[in-house]
């Protein structure tokens, strides 16, 4: 009876899961510092910091990749943010006609894979000299993103009614200076969550970066696909370590700013999964 | 066929080490009658009406219907129909299957539930809807269906949780005569919760008052205006007047003056109140020169601030006494209308 | 409405209908045009449906559209099974902690899942490692083999670790809310454990739950990198299949590749009406 028992169990589960969740990690923490690990094993019998090495190799391949990967998921999270911020205040904050469609039009690349679109425009980039750059790459990123961000910020401008804005308009700020002063610090938290989304997404990218980057843009993603599909465990944890480090670090940061209770506050976490 | 319930000793904390949100509540609740849990927002109202439902264990104390405890009975073999202070209906069925809930749960045969919903709608003037889904009904049709569903279930005990402080006021206090209305005709023993005091007067037989979850008093509304338990008591149902003074051999000697009283008080400390409605503007016994320092219209009635010499007093009078600030009048202080609290 | 607003809402909307217009659709026409033999960079100008109908045709299409349906059906709805089960074990435990637990996995690329688990359930993995510990095998070949294999558990196994928490969240979000609420009252008008899941819980969190299925399902058809780092050689999921054709030398083959590429956008784009066709549903309650 009442609330006691109910919440013992869930807390038992609570710790199964976590248990399960955490499963996968256990393999790639042991790998990345192991140096022999023979089946049948449980434990490596020597650890190495071979994995460590490669990483941190000076001008290495990783160094490359990493920046290659920062540097295009930094500007595809800010181009998206800048496109999917007026279409967020468009979808959330008025009604129109047409609305359904453009909201379905908007949402399909998160359900339609962008795999199919990109071999589709791969030709026109070779012919404008976008495929093999990384501006080409940025750019068919922004295919995944754009529908996050835009979907993210239509849900926050969602929440606000305008009565903030128009007690300012009331109090002598202009249209402009009402935006500025008002809408933006309300909205901000919600325009940092979508960005940094769209960094994960673009982040997580293997296939649309391989099809337009054409092997000349290296990113992480795709040494850590090469070392997965070869036969160096150590290597491939040592990757996906680095690799997996700025979810984390999204997470930390998105459950510190957002309310998980607020039944709005995972939605945009909640369709990550989908992109990445 | 009505049960009488009783709290003895009942205690809730939610955390562990928190306050209790209901501390060793006993009242009972006779066959029949309506009683209203009556406090301000966070009182423990709610949650005492909930651990009579079976929906929070208390962690002390006892509940028990017709002498027998309930305490090892689940929510759902209680017979204690809730209502909530939002209507729930269930969202993926008519009005009718909502209504007829509680009876397919217990099993009831489909013709004599048909017959029992179609009456329940039918108290609660709502049979013609009996087809539409929630989604379609407005708040307080929706809350009128809320009734039905429980009431058609037959409970041993109605329990309702501040059900009509969504609805808008006129709605409101049409609501109020049928829940009393149907309360009285099922004669079933209800609970009523409500932080409003008007609502509670007007639907309860008995309220308690409860503050920061201890029962303050547990009475008849009359006696929460005649005689309040305490000053906080008096002060929640709207009395303003209060004269500190000592009593001795039935009069009181206060700021304003010497004061009798038509009933023996204790001698000592005491806080006198009388309620602004009982004011007289006419000369006698208890009576003081005043001045009008301030006037409220207020429609039915006008709020007057006086001026005595030692104390300040708030009178409520009818608005064909007109009176105007800085006037100069007599008050007096019927000694039937005070009443006496210890200090 | 005033003019003034529709100009300020097409204004709004430009960006970000420019970009999923020429970059998205554009892409999908592209594939259209190509997938009906119109490639002039090879010299080909005549437009007929023979892609199709050698893909249509096709033995290999065939397996491969039946794999992907599997698997996509399989982890969804695994998926679907746990993550309720999962949510209404929890749903009493602390927001903050099962938020962590559930969004962890959420946002983990999809990449690292697969290696994780990959070195979890291989054939010298954490799990035979464990099963020979405990004497239930010799050699890692004695293993039961699930990478690379014809069941693509490999797969499944992936998307279930990713997706089961995406539904749960859905589902416990529901079950907090009104959900809650709503068994609350069934259990003061007599409904017993089973009858409050199965006459309001349930009904009540189902549209949450088939919305939420249709996104995994979506996305488990038409996704590319695990199927191609764990899935077997032949046949092959859709995507690889399209990926593979694309890649081969013959540019004759690129309208096959894009003619599959169309089926895979056709049937998602299917679904992702069904999925907004709901939502309104919802919407209007």
Known sequence: ?276 | ?343 | MTLGDRTKIVLLLAPALLVIGVLFSGGLAAALVQSLGYLPAIGRTEVSFAAYREVLGSRDFLDSLILTLYVAGASTGISTVLAVLAALSLRRSSGRVSAVVFQLPITIPHLVAAVGIALVVSQTGLGARLAAALGLIGEPREFPALLYDRYSIGIILTYVWKEVPFIALVVLAALRGVAGELEEVARTLGASAWQRFWYVIFPVIAPGVVAASLIVFAFTFGAFEIPYLLGQTYPTILPVMAYNEYRALDLGARPVAMAINVLIAVITAAIAAAYLRLGRDLGRG
């Open chain 1, 1 to 276: 009876m009442g609330k006691r028992p109910g919440r013992r169990r869930a807390n038992a589960g609570i710790v199964v899961v976590a248990a399960l969740v955490a499963l996968p990690f256990v393999p790639l923490f042991l790998w990345t510092f192991a140096g022999e690990w023979r089946f049948p094993d449980l434990l490596p019998s020597e650890w190495s910091p071979r994995g460590i090495h490669y990483l941190l190799e000076p001008g290495g391949r990783v160094f490359e990749a990493s920046a290659n990967s920062l540097l295009i998921a930094g500007a595809v999270a800010l181009a998206s943010v800048a496109v999917g911020l007026p279409a967020g205040m468009a979808l959330g904050g008025y009604a129109f006609r047409l609305k359904g469609l453009v909201v379905f039009f908007i949402l399909l690349p998160i359900l339609v894979p962008p795999l199919a679109s990109t071999m589709g425009i791969h030709l026109t980039f070779i012919r404008l000299g976008l495929a093999d750059t990384a501006f080409g790459v940025f750019l068919v990123h922004l295919v995944p993103t754009v529908p996050y961000t835009a979907i993210i910020l239509a849900s926050v401008f969602a929440d606000r009614t305008g009565e903030l804005e128009s007690a300012a308009r009331t109090l002598g700020a202009s249209a402009w200076q009402a935006f500025r002063h008002v809408t933006l610090p309300g909205v901000a938290p919600g325009v940092a969550v979508a960005g940094l989304f769209a960094f994960l997404i673009s982040w997580s990218q293997y296939i649309l970066t391989v099809l337009i980057g054409g092997g000349q843009v290296v990113t992480l993603p795709m040494l850590l696909f090469s070392a997965a599909s070869g036969n160096d465990p150590v290597i491939t944890s040592a990757l996906a370590l680095v690799f997996v480090a700025p979810a984390v670090l999204v997470l930390v940061v998105a459950l510190r700013y957002l309310k998980p209770e607020a039944p709005d506050g995972g939605k945009g976490l909640v369709g990550l999964g989908k992109a990445s």
């Open chain 2, 1 to 343: 066929m009505s049960v009488r319930l009783e709290l003895e000793g009942v205690s809730h904390r939610y955390a562990r080490d928190g306050d209790p949100a209901l501390a060793d509540l006993s009242i009972s609740v006779e066959p029949g009658e309506l009683v209203a849990l009556l406090g301000p927002s966070g009182c423990g109202k709610t949650t005492a009406l909930k651990v009579v439902a079976g929906l929070l264990a208390p962690t002390a104390g006892d509940v028990r219907v017709d002498g027998r405890s309930v305490l090892g009975t689940p929510p759902e073999r209680r017979r204690a129909a809730m209502v909530f202070q939002k209507p729930l209906l269930f969202p993926h069925m008519d009005v009718a299957a909502n209504v007829g809930f509680g009876l397919r749960m217990r099993g009831a045969p489909k013709k004599d539930s048909a017959s029992r919903v179609r009456e329940a709608l039918r108290q609660v003037q709502m049979e013609s809807l009996a087809n539409r889904r929630p989604g379609e009904l407005s708040g307080g049709q929706q809350q009128r269906v809320a009734l039905a569903r429980a009431l058609v279930t037959d409970p041993q005990l109605l329990l309702m949780d501040e059900p009509l402080s969504a609805l808008d006021a006129n709605l409101r206090s049409e609501m109020r005569d049928l829940v009393k209305q149907l309360q009285r005709d099922g004669g079933v023993t209800a609970v009523f919760v409500t932080h409003d005091q008007e609502e509670a007067v007007v639907l309860a037989d008995r309220i308690a008052l409860l503050f920061d979850g201890v029962l303050q008093m547990y009475d008849r509304p009359q006696a929460f205006y005649d005689r309040p338990a305490s000053r906080a008591v008096a002060g929640f149902f709207g009395a303003t007047n209060f004269l500190e003074g000592r009593a001795a051999n039935g009069t009181v000697r206060t700021p304003l003056g010497k004061l009798r009283l038509a009933r023996p008080a204790p001698t000592g400390d005491v806080v006198l109140t009388i309620r602004p409605e009982a004011l007289r503007l006419e000369g006698g016994e208890n009576s003081f020169a005043a001045r009008i320092a301030s006037a409220t219209y207020l429609g039915t009635q006008v709020d007057y601030t006086l001026e005595t010499g030692g104390a300040r007093l708030r009178a409520a009078l009818p608005p064909h006494v007109r009176l105007g600030v800085g006037e100069e009048v007599t008050v007096r202080l019927p000694p039937e209308s005070l009443w006496t609290l210890e200090r």
